[in-house]
Nanobody, 125 residues
Framework: QVRLIESGGGLVQAGGSLRLSCAASGLTFSSYAMAWFRQAPGKEREFVSGLNWSGGDSRYADSVKGRFSISRDNAKNMVYLQMNSLKPEDTAVYYC??????????????????WGQGTQVTVSS
């Protein structure tokens, strides 16, 4: 059974930074792409970033390019999301996810089969 546990969320002022972490278990982590999504109140869940198994190929939503950075540590079964220059519109619950097909790093939420419980990020203006 795949388990994904996010941490690192919180309240931060606009312009600040946060680093989210996701601890994964129950899968061969080093062979799976991983991704981060977010969901704001009243909005659909949206893709933030994806990273392939080696960390050599990444994807970002246009809204976070240049501000967010995804990384992973396969030795620790961890994936991270470094968020800089945060804006109030980044406020959301952030979810870690693993794809159904282990190589997928695209933006379609339907292609992901495992999800964490989420961590709240609130950016004040």
């Amino acid at each position: 059974q795949v388990r994904l546990i996010e941490s690192g969320g919180g309240l931060v002022q606009a312009g600040g930074s946060l680093r989210l972490s996701c601890a994964a278990s129950g899968l061969t982590f080093s062979s799976y792409a991983m991704a981060w999504f977010r969901q704001a109140p009243g909005k659909e869940r949206e893709f933030v970033s994806g990273l392939n198994w080696s960390g050599g190929d990444s994807r970002y939503a246009d809204s976070v390019k240049g501000r967010f950075s995804i990384s992973r540590d396969n030795a620790k079964n961890m994936v991270y999301l470094q968020m800089n220059s945060l804006k109030p519109e980044d406020t959301a619950v952030y979810y870690c996810s693993a794809p159904i097909v282990r190589t997928y790093i695209g933006p379609s939420a339907g292609e992901y089969g495992a999800w964490g419980q989420g961590t709240q990020v609130t950016v004040s203006s």
